[in-house]
């Protein structure tokens, strides 16, 4: 009885237009979870132990500042999974907070708060559109992250040296994609004339199929791609130069109408 009558509720608040949005993101038959928060932003346990982390979202701990998961101790969270669990056995999930009462998406709140950057993982096109406008609207208005004293994670592709120094991290690189390139493996993106120490994306063979629909989707093409101001993120790596995978289609957007900056700020 307790598990018809969670399910219920989730029903109801999917089809409450207030927060419709949940909808995008989560099946209607994903059972939610009553879970707590761990002490860790943005990593949850239900009552039996298992572990679940809000998925598309990297948390950024904000120094002394408390963050969004940890304001509200009263708060109560569900857990919506959206995937199987990671190598480390946590399941990702879509995480509500208040779901009884005035239910908010946690990972929009984090976003909203500039205290996490968009990471899609499993997110379709709806889902990362909400979190990414979050995700903006913190940019454009200086919260968190992204306000005038603190280090965003944003590079211009222009500066491979500095990209190189961020190696290892996940970021966000702006820049004009300069050529294409083909291999029968491989894709490339070309962002500078010398690919052996200019910034690079690769598409592996095995994700061209999903990217090429998603970019057939807003009426373009991988040739259409050249020329066009970008930004991309992701785990920057190092091959020659620094390079990085475009491995889930909302990695990158085309940015044609904002200008290219040349100092690593954004183009916003």
């Not at 009263?74 to 995480?95: D, H, S, V, Y």
């Not at 290892?168 to 120490?197: C, E, M």
């Amino acid at each position: 009885m307790w598990m018809v009558a969670v399910v219920a509720a989730f029903s109801v608040f999917l089809a409450t237009s207030a927060h419709a949005e949940l909808g995008s993101c989560v099946s209607e038959n994903v059972v939610p979870v009553p879970v707590v928060e761990t002490g860790e932003t943005g990593v949850f346990s239900d009552a039996a132990g298992q572990h679940y982390y809000a998925s598309e979202v990297l948390p950024v701990l904000m120094g002394s500042r408390q963050s969004v998961g940890t304001t509200a101790n009263e708060a109560n969270f569900q857990a919506l999974p959206i995937g199987p669990k990671n190598r480390w056995q946590m399941t990702p999930a879509m995480i509500v907070r208040n779901a009884n009462s005035a239910p908010t998406l946690f990972q929009k709140e984090l976003l909203a708060a500039g205290e996490a950057i968009f990471m899609p993982q499993s997110s379709g096109a709806a889902c990362a559109k909400l979190l990414r406008e979050s995700e903006q609207a913190a940019r454009q208005a200086g919260h968190g992250l992204w306000g005038q004293n603190r280090a965003a994670p944003v590079y211009w592709a222009g500066n491979p040296n500095l990209l190189l120094e961020a190696a290892g991290d996940y970021v966000i690189v702006q820049g004009r994609i300069v050529s294409l390139g083909k291999t029968p493996r491989t894709r490339y993106l070309n962002f500078g004339r010398y690919w052996k120490t200019d910034f690079t994306v690769t598409i592996a063979r095995s994700e061209e199929d999903a990217i090429a629909t998603h970019l057939s989707e807003i009426g373009l093409s991988f040739e259409d791609l050249a020329q066009k101001a970008v930004e991309i993120r992701g785990v920057l790596d190092v091959k020659d130069g620094p390079l990085m995978a475009w491995a889930h289609p909302e990695q990158l957007i085309v940015i044609e109408q904002k200008r290219a900056g040349r100092d690593g700020q954004n183009w916003d």
